[in-house]
């Protein structure tokens, strides 16, 4: 006596899936104006099981927002589990731009500001920046990305990134840019800047090596202005001197 039902709720299911893969791919393909005939058309299902699963076309469309981002949430934990923090939040950052870019339309109604129905897509948008927060704070623990870079900031990056990729002609170039892009997130090695390294050594400073003379090896005196010496005195400049005539 519940086959029936049963049955009947798993076609309803698949049905809805089938709808929502089908919206996805022409959402993608043709942009926001596409029709609910259209896509009932490439489902290969008639209108009416599209309106009874999506009553509405901006109902459809936030659901097909939703599944994208929730298919971004699965790959964070994917990531998360198989890649050491910096390595899981650059390849899931790459993965967002990658898979949106060739979404575009769908990443521009995730960016736009029209007012959709919020009961399904909010509570994704939110898991969504739950897992990328995850990924930044394991990767700033780790010391992989700059202490400064806060969830929005990778937010931003991230349609950034898009609209590059997107925007070059060629995707080898325009991949090779979006990774650039990236980089600046990164920590960076904290060095003494060269002008510290470089500079001579000030009188009295007592891990200073002295300089010595070219020609008998004698220490100099170190000067706190003009030029530092070459020689000792005139008897080893001198001696220099002839030296170089003669070679």
Known sequence: MTAAPVAGRADARRNRDLVLRTA??????????????????????GAGTVYRHFPSKDILVEAVLAEHLEVLVAAARRWSARAAPGEALFGF????IEKSADRQHVC???????????????PAVQRFHQALER??????????????????DLSAIAVGGVALRSAHRDPARGARLVRLLLDGLRARPVTKPASLRDAPALPGHETAAPRRCGECGAPLPVRATGRPPRFCGPTCRQRAHRRSLAG
């Open 135 to 152: 990924l930044m704070h394991d990767a700033k623990q780790a010391g992989a990305i700059r202490a400064d870079v806060r969830v929005d």
């Open 108 to 122: 521009d109604a995730l960016t736009d500001d029209r007012s959709w129905p919020r009961a399904v897509l909010t």
């Open 93 to 96: 950052l790459l993965e967002v």
């Open 24 to 45: 996805m791919r022409v959402i993608a393909e043709e942009g926001l104006q596409a029709s609910l005939g259209r896509i009932a058309q490439r489902a290969g299902v």
